[in-house]
């Protein structure tokens, strides 16, 4: 079989399963912070200091945890195949675990960015990143992170991903966050997809397969078939 353009989304599934959590996990709360408070616009208006805290424990977290199988399986295909991953998780587990072509939909916890020029984007040198410390510009930095309520500006990008693809993988998300949920429709029709989730998730059409596993599991799974094959 020829290499094949294979697009991976991937979402908190993946994570969790290194134990990073997600204010999705059940009671609407992330790290007993409404999402309000902490990841949005206005809350950085509001309280920033705040803000840049909760972000140092994610960071904190991110930096503690590793890779788990799912990421391992992902980063494997790509000896076979051209593999492209768009991640909704801010996380650089799936670079760490060797994935070399990686879009973070949602931004990078590793990355700051200026409040005066989103164009300048710097590693956080630490595990902090203190009110006080300032771009080039003489502005606060702020974590690279795409909050609710700001546009996404990958998305365009990660459509033409798929839109390209040969074989898409969705594996950790629900496809209840939009827009990231909207590229499965960018797959051009009677190319395969494959699901891998525990749950039901709302996704209809007639070239997916399901693999009712969580990520560790299904993942590693489908990853050794589509090697078997190339």
Not at 37 to 60: G, K, M, S
Not at 102 to 113: F, N, Y
Not at 215 to 220: E, L, Y
Request: hydrophobic residues 45%; charged residues 20%.
């Amino acid at each position: 079989m020829d290499r094949e353009r294979i697009v991976v989304l991937t979402g908190a599934g993946v994570s969790a399963e290194s134990g990073l959590r997600t204010f999705r996990d059940g009671d609407g709360l992330w790290e007993q912070h409404r999402v309000e408070d902490v990841a949005t616009p206005e809350a950085w208006e509001r309280d920033p200091a705040l803000v840049l805290r909760f972000y140092d424990q994610r960071r904190a977290q991110v930096l503690a945890a590793a890779p788990n199988a799912a990421h391992r399986a992902i980063a494997s295909l790509e000896k076979a195949h051209d593999v492209h991953v768009v991640t909704q998780n801010i996380d650089d587990l799936h670079e760490r675990a060797g994935s070399t072509r990686v879009m973070h939909l949602h931004g990078e916890i590793l990355l700051a960015r200026s409040t005066a020029d989103p164009r300048f984007i710097t590693p956080v040198n630490g595990p902090t990143l203190r009110p006080g410390d300032l771009c080039p510009l003489g502005s606060q930095l702020r974590p690279h992170i795409v909050w609710f309520g700001e546009a996404v500006p990958l998305i365009v990008e990660a459509a033409d991903l798929v839109l390209g693809a040969d074989r898409l993988v969705i594996v950790g998300t629900s496809l209840q966050v939009y827009p990231a949920a909207g590229l499965v429709h960018h797959l051009p029709p009677g190319r395969p997809v494959h699901l891998i989730d525990p749950s039901d998730v709302p996704l209809r059409a007639p070239q997916v397969e399901h693999i009712k596993q969580k990520a560790s599991i299904g993942m590693p799974m489908l990853a050794s078939r589509l090697l078997a094959c190339a």
